[in-house]
């Protein structure tokens, strides 16, 4: 069946940088977007941005442009989010989802709980 | 970036009433590109309706979607235990996709 994988919690230190990945199956990598989600604790969801694996072309969200970078490799299926210059306001939970612009975000991976903290 | 506001911020219903949710973009969203999801406690999000109205997979039809331009709507006929959760809307009409504030709809 279709699935997202995402590799698992991290603990960052202010001003370090994160890197989560989601790895894909059950479906063609290639033929939809994946973009990135976060939810800080207790709150709402914020879209971070989407990357296309076929060609790599990403959009990214205002508010993490220069600070946020989303890659793929298709030769196994993965996507990959980097965030850097971390802050206690980065401390959420990272979801990566399967999406086109017609039907939005069919499908979630389980979520990657991230912690900034000195 | 269109920003989407939801209310209310909380429904208190009882199983068997219906809910109501609102949501609103600050401008028109483009081809009625307005997505619900339902989140439980410690889960992801699922999607219910895409299309302002198109139930997703597995959806059961007490579910519906409705509105156009910048009033939206999600509809449930007659609660179920399993709906008492959170509801966000996004639009993903522009180039920057942006989510609602969720509305929580709690048993009364």
């Known amino acids: 069946q279709v699935q997202l994988v995402q590799s698992g919690a991290e603990v960052k230190k202010p001003g370090a940088s994160m890197k989560v990945s989601c790895k894909a199956s059950?479906?063609?990598?290639?033929?939809?977007?994946i973009h990135w989600v976060r939810q800080a604790p207790g709150q709402g969801l914020e879209w971070m941005g989407q990357?296309?694996?076929?060609?790599?072309?990403?959009t990214y969200a205002q508010k993490f442009q220069g600070r946020v970078t989303m890659t793929r490799d298709t030769s196994i299926r993965t996507a990959y989010m980097d965030l850097t210059s971390l802050t206690s306001d980065d401390t959420a939970v990272y979801y990566c989802a399967r999406g086109t612009i017609l039907v939005a975000l069919l499908t979630w991976g389980q979520g990657t709980l991230v912690t900034v903290s000195s | 970036e269109i920003v989407v506001t939801q209310s209310p911020g909380t429904l208190s219903l009882s199983p068997g009433e219906r809910a109501t949710l609102s949501c609103r973009a600050s401008q028109s969203v483009a081809s009625r590109s307005l997505a619900w999801y339902q989140q439980k406690p410690g889960q992801a999000p699922r999607l219910l309706i895409f299309?302002?109205?198109t139930r997703a997979t597995g959806i059961p039809d007490r579910f519906s979607g409705s509105g156009s331009g910048t009033d939206f709507t999600l509809t449930i006929s007659r609660l179920e235990p399993e709906d008492f959760a959170v509801y966000y809307c996004?639009?993903?009409?522009?180039?920057?996709?942006?989510f609602g504030q969720g509305t929580k709809v709690e048993i009364k």
């Open positions: 059950g479906y063609a990598f290639t033929g939809y977007y």
């Open positions: 990357i296309h694996p076929s060609s790599g072309e990403t």
């Open positions: 299309g302002a109205s």
């Open positions: 996004q639009q993903y009409g522009s180039s920057e996709w942006t």
